[in-house]
């Protein structure tokens, strides 16, 4: 029946008239995707990659966003994907660090009875994230959440459901990481009017002395229904750490916008940056002018691929280098010294706060040198503003405090790459001067310059009955006190410079030729027994993050003295090699959670292996670069929550990633030299200071192409696999031509 049907429907389509000839409408050309698409914040919000889904802008003071997970290793952002329950949105995060800190101004819409323990449930088919923009819907009220946020000010907007009183907790006592000994000890809510209330809070934990200041205002009065927790009440002040607020805007099918203002200074400075970015404002404005800032900072490398998962994969990265430092100064120039004071920033100059340092010296710093000149040039001028109020190089400074996390004195990286890239015009002598004074114990200071730093000058290396991690310390301060000559030389002090260059070589002090590993020495000038290089005790081992596996190759600034320790070239490719396909078993009851990302004993998810796989360049075995690179970009880098592998790291996993898809990545920061290794992408347009762009092309690229077989810097054809940063700030072009062989010549 049906073929009988078929047969004269054609009989019937035959003998109709053929229709006029009309002209063919040309194929509407496919809209391309607005750069946003491509990035997702939930990202590295699995697995422990520990970043934050929530809106912000780049480098912004706030980063609102929802807390699923305040306890553990987990709630360093606030946020694990896994979770299912969220306690409120707050307005200060840090993005893939390894310590939590922040989670300031917790407000939770609501509905029903008021309880002491409140929070919502949600599903992950009902979360939406980009930059600027985060939506949930809060399951068990029935209550739709926006979030947006310009520099200065979060934006809230909660829709209730109708016929029902749209209320609203105000959580001065909320913190993360609490089992960690993060807490408020001091809090203020004044209702200055039915519709604003300004305050502040302070906390102490990983910084040791916190505060944030805050100005609020409703689109709808409100009526303060509870106040709890607080030490006093009165109708136009709460105080107390631990206040809760508990606020009734009645019945209304109209939306509840909330824009909150922050300071690190004043609650008048929070009023001041509230006026000056909200005021006569509204939240889609908003969200659109955020989207722009970010589509114009994220257009600052533009790159073509094929590739969908490489697109989403680099632009998220690219996204997630642009979430720290964060801006720590008001509208006015108002400012948080290091010594706790209020300042007043000179014209034109900038305050900000969460350098990382040890983890973004490495690459990120060095990406931003290339993207971003003038903040870099900001962040220098910053971080030696910090040596002059605190007399010593910050690690990890974090609201005006020195954590002094990790180890020796990273900040002189970054200053040197500056100098020697000179970008800005970075004073040499006072970056001198600082460095110096970051080499030497500070009584003052003892957690950023401790005592056993002083046994460098008298010994060479630090003995490892003084200080936990002493291999690591010594060769950290080994590179950056190369770093120092540089800046010495720089500044015109050769007796400095000559001085420091002697003491960049200390690292040879740890080298033991028998084993072949980097190994922790007594002040009797013994080796630490017992040994093993896969051992690692996170809190007491003799490497910080790590095993001798993987510190073993941390000499950036001087790779042929590396590989003459290791007997030549060729012994050096072979010892590479067992790194890479060795056992992958880590020792020890106590081992840090930070290896991860294991090829053999290489260890991606922790910064001091970022530079390994390029060594090979420098062995004369330029294909295993390639072939190690291609492998860490496939397999540790995926679009998914989980894919970040180990924390992300204030950008630096994200720098990785940024350089390598590109082709090239700076191994030893100061040296203005790029490795090369296997690009990602087909092409790239990368935006210079001045107008001018530094192209990358990439000829017969394809998953099976993954071996460079030539290398042009415009029409010069690169003889090693390397080239200089000049190659680069001129807006050259830089081609490679792929191939699916080694190339061994």
């Known amino acids: ?63 609102l966003s929802p807390d699923t997970h305040l306890d553990g290793w987990d709630a360093s952002s606030g946020y694990h994907f896994d979770d299912r329950q969220i306690y409120g949105f707050s307005h200060t995060h840090l993005s893939g660090t390894g310590i939590g800190d922040m989670g300031d101004l917790l407000l939770l819409p609501f509905t029903g009875d008021i309880q002491d323990s409140l ?26 959440a926006e979030l947006t946020a310009s520099p200065y000010v979060g934006w809230h907007r909660y829709s209730y ?32 009017n039915d519709q604003t209330i300004k305050g502040m809070r302070r906390t102490k934990g990983w910084a040791q002395d916190h505060p944030v200041y ?53 609650m008048e400075g929070a009023m001041k940056n509230w006026q000056s970015e909200a005021a006569n404002k ?21 790159i073509t691929t094929a590739d969908e998962a490489v697109k989403t994969n680099f632009y998220t990265a690219l996204y997630h280098s642009m979430l720290m430092p ?35 010296h490495r690459a990120w710093h060095p990406l931003m040198t290339l993207i971003e000149p003038r903040k870099s040039k900001a962040w220098a001028d910053n971080i030696l503003r910090k040596y002059q109020e605190g007399g010593v190089l910050p690690k990890w400074p974090l609201a005006s405090n020195y954590t002094g996390t990790m180890i020796g004195y990273p900040a002189t990286s970054f200053l040197t790459d500056m100098v020697n890239k000179e970008i800005g015009n970075i004073d040499a002598n006072l970056a001198l001067e600082a460095a110096l004074a970051s080499t030497r114990y500070q009584a003052k200071h003892p957690n950023v310059a401790p005592a056993y730093l002083d046994a460098i000058s008298r010994k060479g290396y630090i003995p490892a009955e003084q200080a936990v991690g002493s291999v690591s310390y010594g060769l950290e301060c080994a590179y950056y006190d190369w770093c120092i000559a540089k800046i010495a030389k720089k500044a015109g002090d050769l007796a400095k410079a000559e001085t420091y260059m002697q003491r960049s070589k200390n690292y040879q002090n740890y080298f033991d030729t028998e084993s072949g590993f980097m190994r922790a020495k007594l002040a009797n000038g013994s080796w630490k027994t017992p040994f093993s290089p ?53 020792e020890g009851d106590h081992a840090s959670g930070d290896i991860s990302g294991l090829i053999g004993q290489y260890a991606h998810g922790n910064e001091p292996s970022h530079h390994i796989a390029h060594l090979y360049n420098y062995a004369g075995q330029a294909w295993k670069t390639q072939e190690r690179i291609d492998e860490i970009l496939q397999k540790f880098y995926q679009p998914k929550p989980d894919g970040i592998i180990g924390n992300e790291d204030a950008g630096q996993m994200s720098a990785w990633y940024i350089f390598n898809a590109l082709g090239f990545y700076p191994v030893c920061p100061g040296s203005n030299t790029y490795s090369i290794g296997r690009p990602l992408v087909d092409e790239a347009r990368i935006q210079l200071n001045g ?48 191939g699916p062989t080694p190339k061994k010549d």
């Open 1 to 63: 029946m049906q073929l009988r049907y078929l047969a004269v429907l054609f009989l019937l389509i035959a003998c109709e008239p053929a229709p006029p000839e009309e002209v063919s409408e040309p194929t509407p050309t496919p809209k391309p995707k607005d750069i946003l698409e491509y990035v997702d914040p939930f990202i590295g919000t699995g697995g422990h990659g520990h970043t934050f889904p929530g809106a912000t802008t780049p480098f912004g003071m706030v980063q």
């Open 119 to 144: 929070s919502a449930t949600f599903v992950k088919s009902e979360e939406i994230a980009s930059p600027a923009y985060y939506y949930v819907r809060l399951q068990n009220f029935d209550i739709k």
């Open 161 to 192: 459901p109708a016929s029902t009183e749209r209320q609203l907790l105000i959580d001065l006592g909320h913190t993360l990481q609490k089992d960690w000994g993060h807490r408020p000890v001091e809090g203020e809510l004044h209702f200055v």
């Open 214 to 266: 805050f100005y609020i205002t409703f689109s709808s009065p409100y009526e303060v229904k509870d106040i709890r927790n607080s030490d006093t009440t009165t109708d136009k002040l709460a105080t107390g750490a631990q206040t809760k607020a508990y606020l009734s805007f009645g019945e209304s099918q109209q939306s509840l916008v909330i824009t909150v203002g922050l300071s690190t200074v004043s």
């Open 282 to 302: 509204h939240f889609d404005q908003i969200r659109s002018d955020s989207e722009r800032l970010w589509r114009n900072a994220l257009q600052k490398i533009a």
């Open 326 to 360: 964060i801006l720590a100064q008001d509208v006015d120039g108002a400012y948080r010294k290091m010594n706790g004071q209020q300042g007043q920033l000179p014209y034109g100059e900038s305050n900000y706060t969460a350098f990382s340092l040890w983890d973004t």
């Open 534 to 586: 896969n051992f690692s005790d996170h809190a007491e081992g003799d490497y910080i993050e790590g095993n001798a596996w993987q510190w073993s190759w941390s000499v950036l600034h001087d790779i042929p003295g590396l590989i003459k320790l290791h007997g030549g070239r060729e012994a050096f490719a072979e010892r590479l090699d067992e790194l890479f396909t060795t056992n992958s078993r880590v």
């Open 691 to 738: 107008g001018q762009v530094f192209y990358v092309e990439v000829v017969n690229n394809s998953p099976e192409n993954k071996y460079v077989q030539e290398v042009r810097i415009n029409e010069k054809r690169l003889t090693q696999p390397f080239f200089q940063h000049e190659d680069i700030k001129h807006g050259n072009r830089l081609r490679f031509i792929m």
